[in-house]
């Protein structure tokens, strides 16, 4: 694309003095240069900017490409790390498409003795029993006698809490004898209680068949800020001693009913163990 003019005049036998017409000997001519100028020269001018041209203008952002192979690849590192984060842990891991809340609860459990109770005889603990042995599984042993469920569960009519009495003690007290027949009466007032003692032994007894009570549970749970409640008779549940699996809990159930026996074994409490030496009554 490069030529000198002073070659061609030479070699066509053309010899002018001109100074308009004669070309330039050493001058190259770059002719992608003069195509680019030319176009430049001919484009059409920028027409004045229109009020419509500054109310409908837009912005827009300008893209840099960086051609450094270092910041690329930290750049799609950072990219592969923020991936990884939203799919795999607050998405996958920690569900975070799922909308949680720390429910409340509420409980009502209610006792019943069995409709019948295991014999005496056959309770080990009980020193009234025809296998009669002062340590039991190396606790001491006591008399035992029947209760009703309302006996047994105290205060009476609770629910949630509930407190089951296993053992207790029976007090004999003499009750003192005033004359309250007028309001106005020193007598109604108590103030010498020496009548008022212990006039027997206290003695100690076991509640018989204790672990054979059967406790109905009704429950229900509920989350306000996402508005939910259920009971648990439309739930399914499962009953676990620690890892060991005790049975189903299906739906449609009336309540739950445990007996004492069960609730004791999956929280892994040895109700003998709770007796003497450490709760000495």
């Given at each position: 694309s490069f030529y000198f003019t002073s070659f061609r005049q030479k070699q066509h036998g053309i010899r002018n003095s001109s100074p308009e017409l004669a070309?330039?000997?050493?001058?190259?001519?770059?002719?992608?240069?003069?195509?680019y100028q030319e176009k430049i020269m001919g484009a059409p001018k920028y027409k004045k900017r229109s009020w419509w041209d500054d109310t409908l203008s837009y912005s827009t952002v300008k893209i840099v490409k960086v051609r450094d192979w270092r910041l690329g690849a930290l750049h799609y590192l950072f990219l592969?790390?923020?991936?990884?984060?939203?799919?795999?842990?607050?998405?996958?891991?920690?569900?975070?498409?799922?909308?949680?809340?720390?429910?409340?609860?509420?409980?009502?459990?209610?006792?019943?003795?069995?409709p019948s109770l295991p014999s005496i005889d056959n309770l080990g603990y009980c020193t009234n029993s025809s296998g009669t042995n002062p340590n039991f599984k190396g606790y001491q042993t006591y008399p035992c006698q029947y209760q009703s469920a309302n006996n047994v569960a105290f205060p009476v009519g609770a629910t949630s809490p509930i407190f089951l009495t296993t053992r207790y003690k029976v007090f004999q007290r003499n009750a003192p004898?005033?004359?309250?027949?007028?309001?106005?009466?020193?007598?109604?007032?108590?103030?010498?209680?020496?009548?008022?003692?212990?006039?027997?032994?206290?003695?100690?007894?076991?509640?018989?068949?204790?672990?054979?009570?059967?406790?109905?549970?009704?429950?229900i749970v509920y989350a306000l800020?996402?508005?939910?409640?259920?009971?648990?008779?439309?739930?399914?549940?499962?009953?676990?001693?620690?890892?060991?699996?005790l049975r189903y809990l299906e739906d449609g159930r009336t309540?739950?009913?445990?007996?004492?026996?069960?609730?004791?074994?999956?929280?892994?409490?040895?109700?003998?163990?709770?007796?003497l030496p450490l709760f000495p009554i």
């Amino acid at each position: 694309s490069f030529y000198f003019t002073s070659f061609r005049q030479k070699q066509h036998g053309i010899r002018n003095s001109s100074p308009e017409l004669a070309a330039p000997i050493t001058t190259p001519v770059n002719h992608h240069q003069n195509l680019y100028q030319e176009k430049i020269m001919g484009a059409p001018k920028y027409k004045k900017r229109s009020w419509w041209d500054d109310t409908l203008s837009y912005s827009t952002v300008k893209i840099v490409k960086v051609r450094d192979w270092r910041l690329g690849a930290l750049h799609y590192l950072f990219l592969f790390g923020i991936v990884c984060y939203i799919c795999l842990y607050a998405i996958w891991w920690n569900q975070g498409y799922i909308a949680k809340e720390n429910p409340e609860g509420l409980v009502r459990a209610t006792l019943r003795a069995p409709p019948s109770l295991p014999s005496i005889d056959n309770l080990g603990y009980c020193t009234n029993s025809s296998g009669t042995n002062p340590n039991f599984k190396g606790y001491q042993t006591y008399p035992c006698q029947y209760q009703s469920a309302n006996n047994v569960a105290f205060p009476v009519g609770a629910t949630s809490p509930i407190f089951l009495t296993t053992r207790y003690k029976v007090f004999q007290r003499n009750a003192p004898s005033v004359d309250c027949s007028s309001s106005n009466s020193t007598d109604c007032v108590i103030t010498d209680t020496s009548n008022n003692l212990n006039i027997a032994p206290v003695p100690r007894f076991y509640t018989a068949g204790i672990e054979n009570y059967t406790l109905f549970v009704d429950h229900i749970v509920y989350a306000l800020s996402n508005d939910f409640a259920e009971k648990n008779t439309n739930m399914k549940g499962e009953l676990y001693k620690g890892n060991k699996f005790l049975r189903y809990l299906e739906d449609g159930r009336t309540g739950d009913i445990f007996t004492v026996a069960e609730i004791l074994e999956s929280a892994q409490i040895d109700l003998d163990s709770l007796f003497l030496p450490l709760f000495p009554i």
